[in-house]
């Protein structure tokens, strides 16, 4: 079965600062994979999302997140946080799980703080 | 309008209860879902259509129904509300049918809460 792990639940960046939230998947098929974003009071949004074409994948924001199979890991990256940029992030992995069944599998989340 | 809308956005019930949550699309999308989300947890899947004619149960079931009336519309029941199933609610569609359409478009949540 399919699993979503998110390293951290709280991370906090300065303003300016590199942001980096971690995501790694458990398959033996790379999935694809996908990073949403919450903001407060509202729904997922989504940032950015991997189906097997470039292993450097640009969503919007500024943020980028890079698929690397080696280490089964899809780590979500901005060169420079913004105050507005402070929300809780889920990556999530959408693969076979089997009897014909595809499923979206969410990490628990990781919230972002920002410091100015 | 929205893509994904769900009614309501809040609702206060009472334990033993029968509620029902609400989803409508305008997307044209096949697939639907039931999440709900849970403070340090993240989403979990509750139910999901394939079809009008398809109903799958996701890995927290127990306790929700659900009904797929057209293309356009999937509802949430509980059937007996109880406090533990105090949580934010997300119906979400998808279509396959496109290499685009592998991500999720999710409503903006109903936030129920039961006493």
């Known amino acids: 079965a399919q699993s979503v792990t998110q390293l951290g639940s709280h991370v906090s960046v300065s303003e300016g600062a590199l942001v980096l939230l971690r995501c790694n998947y458990s398959s033996s098929v790379p999935p694809y994979l996908f990073w949403y974003v919450q903001y407060p009071n509202q729904g997922l949004q989504l940032l950015l999302k991997y189906t097997s074409a470039a292993t450097l994948v640009k969503g919007i924001n500024g943020f980028e997140a890079e698929f690397k199979k080696s280490e089964t890991s899809f780590h979500l990256t901005k060169p420079s946080a913004h105050m507005s940029d402070a929300a809780e992030y889920f990556c999530?992995?959408?693969?076979?799980?089997?009897?014909?069944?595809?499923?979206?599998?969410f990490g628990k989340g990781t919230k972002l703080s920002v410091i100015p | 309008d929205a893509d994904v809308t769900q009614t309501p956005r809040n609702r206060i019930t009472k334990t033993g209860k029968r509620i029902m949550l609400e989803c409508s699309q305008t997307?044209?999308?096949?697939?639907m879902y039931w999440y709900r989300q849970d403070p340090g947890l993240g989403l979990r899947l509750i139910y999901y259509s394939f079809d009008v004619k398809d109903i799958n149960k996701g890995e927290i079931s127990d306790g929700y129904s659900v009904s797929r009336q057209a293309q356009a519309k999937f509802s949430l029941s509980l059937e007996s509300a109880i406090p533990n199933q105090t949580a934010l609610y997300f119906c979400?569609?998808?279509?396959?049918?496109?290499?685009?359409?592998?991500?999720?478009?999710f409503g903006s949540g109903t936030r129920l809460t039961v006493v």
């Open positions: 997307k044209g999308h096949d697939r």
């Open positions: 999530a992995a959408f693969a076979y799980s089997g009897a014909g069944s595809y499923q979206l599998t």
């Open positions: 979400a569609t998808s279509d396959l049918g496109s290499p685009q359409g592998y991500g999720y478009t």
